[in-house]
């Protein structure tokens, strides 16, 4: 009996159900791998804060290594708010990992020292008229997107050249009160 050749139709039959069969085994590949396995690998963001003005600490997971936990970003929330006015708004999960990135490049387990988080527009009007240096009209502070800080056991000049590495965001360093703005905007310096 003779054999007969493989056409080009054939190869395409047999590429086709060798894809379907694959694809009926993914769910069945995705409970060998518990969920719990997989987040086991994963890496905790935590962060430490004290705050200058309040006086308030807080140091957090907030970040489980899959996901941002709701919990935790109110409590962050609730710290970074204008100590001024009392107004909370949500503060950009993106700046938490710019400190969190921040705090590991500069080889640090400090905490971060709180000058500014959240402003609202009536606290940065009345500091641009009051003349406090660097107040801008349209700070990233009244969207939740900037913070001011120091990092315990870090200098100042260190936490700025460590920001600026990572090329994520502004970063504003005013050295005679030794603090150091990070914002999540375009990457730019002062």
Request: net charge positive; with cysteine; proline share 4%.
């Amino acid at each position: 009996m003779q054999q007969k050749k493989p056409n080009s139709n054939d190869r395409i039959d047999q590429s086709r159900r060798f894809f379907v069969k694959g694809c009926a085994l993914l769910p069945a590949a995705a409970l060998v791998t518990p969920w719990h396995l997989a987040r086991a690998t994963a890496v905790e963001r935590i962060l430490s804060f004290h705050h200058t003005h309040t006086g308030e600490n807080l140091s957090v997971v907030y970040h489980d290594g899959a996901d941002y936990l709701p919990d935790a970003l109110t409590e962050v929330n609730h710290l970074l708010r204008d100590f001024r006015s009392e107004e909370i708004y949500p503060i950009d999960p993106s700046l938490l990992d710019f400190l969190s990135s921040v705090r590991s490049l500069a080889g640090s387990r400090g905490t971060f020292e709180v000058i500014s988080g959240y402003r609202s527009p009536a606290t940065n009007t009345m500091l641009r008229r009051k003349g406090s240096g660097g107040v801008a009209k349209r700070s990233l502070h009244m969207q939740g997107k900037a913070i001011d800080v120091r990092l315990s056991g870090v200098d100042s000049a260190k936490l700025r050249q460590v920001s600026i590495a990572l090329a994520q965001g502004g970063v504003g360093y005013y050295s005679k009160s030794e603090f150091v703005h990070l914002d999540t905007g375009r990457f730019r310096t002062w």
